[in-house]
């Protein structure tokens, strides 16, 4: 049996309804295309993307787009980058913000859409539950241990604490991360965007 080609893929992701029992329903969102060198593993969709079908339509899309380098017309080009979260969907609101990712979602679909894009030079793991997915097990105590050891993390990986408004408050407190990390992650962006 082939593997469904990408757009397949995407669709049937589009289409999935595992998680039926959300507060505001399914409503999955990724970015893919075959030839993206660029992949964005973050957390979840918020309530402004779940409204707008856009990952990352919102203040953190703005401030991941600043830390990156880049503008929304290279961020939303799916050539360039792909957008997987670690939930497709939106989780609901819970006492201290939206809930953690859903854990249906990795399991059903990120390796399979991992397989779908060979070219992938550089994934930037957004948050702690990115992270938890994907740095090897006893990497780091906690998000900010990983975002700081991120010259060691494995190949391609680029851990990064999540770009929410509370990131000002974290970054203030650790200025090494605007100081050393982000001229670095600007630099790795523009090598696997402009890799043929």
Avoid at 20 to 39: F, N, S, W, Y
């Amino acid at each position: 049996m082939n593997a469904p080609s990408l757009p397949e893929l995407l669709t049937a992701i589009r289409d999935c309804r595992a998680c039926a029992d959300l507060p505001q329903g399914p409503r999955p969102v990724v970015q893919a295309g075959k030839e993206a060198r660029l992949l964005i593993i973050s957390q979840a969709p918020g309530s402004k993307v779940h409204a707008s079908g856009l990952p990352f339509d919102d203040d953190s899309g703005d401030r991941l787009r600043a830390w990156m380098g880049i503008d929304k017309t290279q961020f939303y080009d799916p050539a360039g980058i792909a957008l997987m979260p670690a939930g497709f969907c939106y989780p609901g609101k819970g006492k201290g913000g939206d809930l953690p990712p859903r854990r249906e979602c990795a399991p059903l679909w990120h390796d399979r859409l991992l397989s779908a894009l060979p070219n992938i030079r550089l994934t930037l793991l957004v948050g702690q539950y990115a992270q938890k997915l994907y740095l090897p097990r006893g990497f780091a105590p906690n998000l900010t241990e990983a975002v700081r050891q991120w010259r060691e993390a494995p190949g391609g990986l680029l851990p990064l604490p999540h770009p929410a408004w509370r990131s000002r408050l974290w970054m203030a407190r650790n200025p090494w991360f605007e100081a050393e990390v982000l001229p670095d992650l600007r630099e790795r962006v523009r090598q696997a965007l402009s890799e043929v």
